[in-house]
């Protein structure tokens, strides 16, 4: 998976694409996102994840290939 690369997926036009917006988190509370993916072509998965602030800075992140 290379830093440089970004991956989307085929538009569907028969379902509409949810609108995702970010919302900070309570003050002294953090938000944790995270996101998977599988490539059973490379037989290859992974998951990443960041901690963010109730300013939207990031506190922690975590990058890892899990197979």
């Known amino acids: 998976i290379g830093g440089d ?6 538009a569907n036009p ?3 694409q949810p609108k995702t917006k970010w919302t900070a988190p ?3 509370k953090y938000k ?9 072509a490379e ?5 990443g994840m960041v901690v963010g602030n109730c300013n939207g800075q990031v506190i922690a ?4 290939q899990l197979g």
């Open 5 to 10: 690369q970004i991956c989307q997926a085929p």
């Open 14 to 16: 028969s379902r509409p």
């Open 26 to 28: 309570s003050l002294n």
């Open 32 to 40: 944790i996102n995270y996101d998977g993916a599988i490539s059973s």
């Open 43 to 47: 037989n290859r998965s992974g998951v």
């Open 61 to 64: 992140s975590l990058v890892q």
